[in-house]
């Protein structure tokens, strides 16, 4: 059964860090691209970041550019993602997913195959 863990949420002032985490089991975590997602209230949920199972490609949105970063630790079968210089419109509901994919990071959400439960993260201004 694959599960997908997320951690390292919670409530941070503007212009604060987060480091976010994703535990997988139950699945190849080196052959896999991992991605983050957010969910923002009323709002539809939106690519963050991807990486490819080597780490050799990262892709990221335009509004996360420059202050997150995603890693992956293939050996501890975690994703990371590092939140600097957080703003208010960050505040969502943070998912990690998983594609089982031969290709580079991407941001297909129709393509990742499953999805963590989710870790509020909230900024305050």
């Known amino acids: 059964q694959v599960q997908l863990a997320e951690s390292g949420g919670g409530l941070v002032q503007a212009g604060g860090s987060l480091r976010l985490s994703c535990a997988a089991s139950?699945?190849?975590?080196?052959?896999?691209?991992m991605g983050w997602f957010r969910q923002a209230p009323g709002k539809e949920r939106e690519f963050v970041a991807a990486i490819s199972r080597s780490s050799f490609s990262t892709i990221y949105a335009d509004s996360v550019k420059g202050r997150f970063t995603i890693s992956r630790d293939n050996a501890e079968n975690t994703v990371y993602l590092q939140m600097n210089s957080l703003k208010p419109e960050d505040t969502a509901v943070y998912f990690c997913?998983?594609?089982?994919?031969?290709?580079?990071?991407?941001?297909?959400?129709?393509?990742?195959?499953?999805w963590g439960r989710g870790t509020q993260v909230t900024v305050s201004s």
């Open positions: 139950g699945l190849t975590f080196s052959r896999t691209v």
């Open positions: 997913a998983s594609d089982y994919s031969l290709g580079n990071a991407h941001s297909r959400m129709r393509d990742y195959d499953y």
